[in-house]
């Protein structure tokens, strides 16, 4: 069993940054891909970036590229998701989540463990 839990969400307006944080505890060792999804009022989940076990290889979405940036400690246990340039649309939960696969997936069905969430709202 593994425990996810995200920190870090809140306001900030057109432009600001923000930084997200996932910790992992339990069964750690059997983590491979870690990923961020999120989900607006209304849509369905969407992924955001996802990293490998490694850390060395990342995958974003095309509407977060280059904007975002995705990062992994393996000793601390922790997933972090830096934001820059938010928008509006960005505003949304968002869910940290885990899977014991290596390869990447931005299908949230692929994916095994999950935090709660925390919310991110961005104002005009």
């Known amino acids: 069993q593994v425990l996810l839990a995200e920190t870090g969400g809140g306001l900030v307006q057109d432009g600001g940054s923000l930084r997200l944080s996932c910790a992992a505890s339990g069964r750690t060792f059997s983590l491979g891909v870690m990923a961020w999804f999120r989900q607006a009022p209304g849509k369905e989940r969407e992924f955001v970036a996802a990293?490998?076990?490694?850390?060395?290889?990342?995958d974003y979405s095309n509407s977060v590229k280059g904007r975002f940036i995705i990062s992994r400690d393996n000793v601390k246990n922790m997933v972090h998701l830096q934001m820059n340039s938010l928008k509006p649309g960005d505003t949304a939960v968002y869910y940290c989540?885990?899977?014991?696969?290596?390869?990447?997936?931005?299908?949230?069905?692929?994916?095994?463990?999950w935090g709660p969430g925390t919310q991110v709202t961005v104002s005009s």
């Open positions: 989540a885990a899977t014991v696969r290596v390869d990447f997936s931005n299908n949230y069905s692929t994916y095994d463990y």
């Open positions: 990293i490998s076990r490694s850390g060395g290889s990342t």
